[in-house]
């Protein structure tokens, strides 16, 4: 299957495989050589985390303080 003008075929015009996928996507950092996975972003943030709570002064992500530290990941 191919797209128009675009990268998003899984083969090229000749039918080759254009990549392939990983066994255990869960487990991958990066979701291609550029792009963190769901895993990675969530890495990420959980070595961000006590930064973040310390920046939002203590609240979390919950709006009016109250010091329960949770956050939401929202991925695009």
């Given at each position: 299957?191919l797209?128009t003008?675009?990268?998003?075929?899984n083969?090229d015009e000749k039918g080759n495989?254009k990549?392939?996928l990983?066994?255990?996507?869960?487990?991958?950092?990066?979701w291609d050589?550029?792009?963190?996975?769901?895993n990675?972003?969530y890495?990420?943030?959980?070595?961000?985390?006590?930064?973040l709570?310390?920046?939002?002064?203590?609240g979390?992500g919950?709006g009016?303080g109250?010091?329960?530290?949770?956050?939401?990941?929202?991925?695009f």
């Amino acid at each position: 299957m191919l797209c128009t003008g675009f990268e998003c075929g899984n083969v090229d015009e000749k039918g080759n495989t254009k990549y392939t996928l990983c066994e255990k996507p869960k487990l991958s950092f990066f979701w291609d050589n550029l792009h963190l996975s769901q895993n990675g972003w969530y890495s990420v943030f959980t070595q961000l985390e006590s930064s973040l709570s310390q920046i939002n002064g203590g609240g979390g992500g919950g709006g009016g303080g109250g010091g329960s530290n949770h956050y939401e990941i929202v991925l695009f």
